[in-house]
Each structure stands twice: as C-alpha cells, then as structure tokens.
C-alpha cells in the first residue's frame, strides 16, 4: 500500500521467483513512475493496482505479507481489511509522522499489530561550520513490523 514510485516493490519482486507483489498506488504520477520502474528493473510480475486502500485490496489475492509505506490515514481500516482476509499475515509499515506512528501503536494496543518490533532509522547530513563539520540529522523513519503468526 503506497506504493510511491516502486523501489519496494521492485526490490520485493527481485527477492525471488516464486514471490508476487501487487503495488497499490493512488497517485497517478507515481504510478507512471512505478511503471517505468517496473520496465527498467525488469520485473515485469508486479502488478500495478491503481486506487487508495483498502477499497483498492477487493478483489485480489489473499495477502501473506504486506508492506505499507503510506496509508493517507486509513491505516487501521487497512489493517482491518487485510488481517481479515488473513490473520497471519506479516505487516511492516514505515512511517515518517508521528501521527502515524500513533495509529500504529493505537492499532498495537487493539491488538491488530502482533508483538510489534518498532525500528527507527534516521540519518544526518554533513553541513560546513567555520572549519568544521556538523552532522545534522534528517527526518527519522520508524519501521513497525508485526504479525506473522495466530492472533490470540
């Protein structure tokens, strides 16, 4: 789910033979990028799903892993709609805001997020001061991984 232009994706669908990746997007543009990822990486298999989730999940595949880089804040409504269709499905989701950092433990809490492993990766810049080199952090990146097995 928000699939942006598809390096996840790509890079999922480069993993192995025998692995299928399904890329919902809604925004037209990335789209047109994940496409053009699609044809230059040669990973032909991954099948572009145009639309927002969960609305756009009706109608495919019953999911055993799920990655979501974006939900536009319906990130519990696809949670609920993709631990329906599989309880033991495995989920990551980055997320780079707070507030979706907070749906997701609020989701964790609910019990919808399986002994979540939080991560959070940031990185820094160099920056010139005076004679010197200042790092200076970018925008933290958390990775909430859950799931996997029976709920309850």
């Known amino acids: 789910m928000g699939a942006g232009i598809g390096s996840v994706s790509v890079e999922a669908a480069r993993s192995g033979d025998r692995i299928r990746v399904c890329a919902v997007e809604k925004n037209p543009a990335a789209v047109e990028l994940l496409r053009q ?4 990486f040669r990973t032909d298999g991954i099948r572009i799903v145009e639309g927002e989730a969960p609305a756009a ?17 319906s990130l519990r409504e696809i949670l609920e709609t993709v631990l329906g269709r599989n309880p033991k499905v495995r989920i990551v989701i980055n997320a780079i805001s707070l507030e979706t950092l907070t749906e997701a433990m609020r989701a964790a ?8 492993e939080i991560t ?3 990185a820094a810049r160099s920056r010139k001061l ?6 200076t952090g970018q925008n ?6 859950a799931g996997g097995k029976e709920r309850g």
């Open 37 to 40: 990822n699609r044809r230059k």
């Open 57 to 73: 999940l009706d109608g495919l595949e019953r999911p055993t892993h799920v990655f979501i880089g974006g939900s536009s804040g």
């Open 109 to 116: 809490e609910d019990g919808l997020l399986v002994n979540p």
């Open 120 to 122: 959070q990766i940031t």
């Open 130 to 135: 005076g004679r010197y080199h200042m790092m």
């Open 140 to 145: 933290p990146v958390y990775i909430i991984s």
